[in-house]
């Protein structure tokens, strides 16, 4: 990492306690610079604005003003300052960390429900460590190129004719998706048309009771259904499943080999992700071949790179999101690089360009 670039941060939660371990475990990183500290979003609205931070860790739940009024204010106060949230371990906390994903959180941390001090202090850095630098990666990138607006248009790595001829083959959309997801899902998933004629299988990157409340979410806001995967179910056309947290899920044959059936299992981690993207990608190259989707989309890391070359070498067609409409262009990187993605769209335009491929 090039130590010039320090990420400024200042940290917001209303336990001491707390604020001395993530204030402990942020110096360590060198690229991070802990300006200040805040028991409340009312203090730290202030010495935001007196000190810019580039970066608040924040919790949720706090007296006098709340994580979420503070991401609001910020929102409408332009500051760029970005948030990681801490969220608990509750149905409840689940919802409210998605309500701040998508007021603009760069990601979520939850807190602990158990261990003593010292694995909880482990736990946190293990956590925040990718999420540092990928932030300090976005910044250090800023500071040596000049942005430039990229093209708000759709970028057709394959031939047209190619695209066109096998378009009408997909009979299943598989999406990868983690850091930035649940805010890019809320504007993907409300345009796929209630009678797109397949199942669509999502693999978020979240913990158990976050996958549930997002499928909740996403469900009240779509045309299509929308839920959590349950082990041995039957696939539907127009519905999507999402992985549960915790989880791998792919898809499979029923036991009397008539049809394909979702199962989720307790595998291992691959990527060190649990669901991991290309767990569910292997399975459907397996079982639809060409006649699927693969669609990689905002997140830290490279899972879903090998699960894609599966999908590809079986002639499924690859749709990645392009690198300005990410939170993190991390995950799309890869597959573009390696020359396995058919078509590079914006966020905006990934739903109709999904259609394409079935319709």
Not at 120 to 148: T, W, Y
Not at 194 to 218: C, E, N, S, Y
């Given at each position: 990492?090039?130590?010039?670039?320090?990420?400024?941060?200042?940290?917001?939660?209303?336990?001491?306690?707390?604020?001395?371990?993530?204030?402990?475990?942020?110096?360590?990183?060198?690229?991070?610079?802990?300006?200040?500290?805040?028991?409340?979003?009312?203090?730290?609205?202030?010495?935001?604005?007196?000190?810019?931070?580039?970066?608040?860790?924040?919790?949720?739940?706090?007296?006098?003003?709340?994580?979420?009024?503070?991401?609001?204010?910020?929102?409408?106060?332009?500051?760029?300052?970005?948030?990681?949230?801490?969220s608990t371990y509750t149905t409840?906390?689940?919802?409210?960390?998605?309500?701040?994903?998508?007021?603009?959180?760069?990601?979520?941390?939850?807190?602990?429900?158990?261990g003593n001090l010292d694995e909880?202090?482990?736990?946190?850095?293990?956590?925040?460590?990718?999420?540092?630098?990928?932030?300090?990666?976005?910044?250090?990138?800023?500071?040596?190129?000049?942005?430039?607006?990229?093209?708000?248009?759709v970028h057709r790595v394959t031939a047209p004719a190619v695209f066109s001829r096998n378009a009408e083959l997909s009979r299943a959309v598989a999406i990868g998706i983690s850091t930035g997801g649940p805010a890019?899902?809320?504007?993907?998933?409300?345009?796929?048309?209630?009678?797109?004629?397949?199942?669509?299988?999502?693999?978020?990157?979240?913990?158990?009771?976050?996958?549930?409340?997002?499928?909740?979410?996403?469900?009240?806001?779509?045309?299509?259904?929308?839920?959590?995967?349950v082990d041995g179910e039957a696939i539907h056309i127009n519905t999507a499943y999402i992985a549960p947290g915790g989880k791998q899920m792919k898809v499979a044959r029923s036991v009397s080999g008539n049809h394909l059936v979702i199962q989720v299992t307790d595998d291992p981690p691959e990527n060190n992700c649990k669901p991991s993207v290309d767990y569910l990608f292997r399975s459907i190259s397996c079982h639809y071949g060409k006649y699927a989707t693969g669609v990689i989309m905002t997140g830290m890391?490279?899972?879903?790179?090998?699960?894609?070359?599966?999908?590809?070498?079986?002639?499924?067609?690859v749709i990645a999101q392009n690198e300005s409409t990410c939170a993190v262009y991390g995950m799309p990187r890869r597959p573009v690089e390696m020359g396995i993605v058919d078509v590079i769209a914006p966020l905006d335009l990934m739903a109709e360009e999904i259609c394409r491929t079935i319709r």
């Open positions: 990492m090039n130590d010039r670039v320090k990420l400024k941060t200042l940290v917001v939660d209303d336990s001491a306690m707390y604020r001395r371990i993530v204030q402990d475990v942020l110096e360590v990183f060198p690229n991070v610079e802990v300006v200040g500290t805040a028991s409340n979003g009312k203090i730290a609205l202030l010495k935001a604005a007196a000190l810019k931070p580039d970066l608040l860790t924040l919790d949720i739940e706090m007296p006098e003003m709340d994580g979420l009024e503070v991401l609001e204010r910020l929102k409408m106060g332009g500051l760029h300052t970005v948030a990681i949230v801490f409840e906390g689940a919802r409210i960390t998605l309500r701040a994903l998508e007021l603009g959180a760069f990601d979520f941390i939850p807190k602990p429900s158990s909880n202090r482990d736990r946190f850095k293990r956590q925040i460590a990718p999420m540092i630098e990928a932030l300090v990666r976005s910044k250090r990138m800023k500071s040596v190129v000049k942005p430039i607006a990229e093209p708000h248009h890019a899902l809320t504007k993907l998933i409300p345009k796929i048309p209630a009678d797109i004629g397949v199942p669509i299988f999502i693999v978020q990157h979240m913990p158990p009771l976050f996958t549930d409340a997002l499928a909740r979410k996403l469900d009240s806001i779509s045309d299509i259904a929308v839920k959590e995967a890391g490279y899972d879903g790179t090998e699960g894609l070359k599966l999908m590809k070498q079986s002639g499924a067609l």
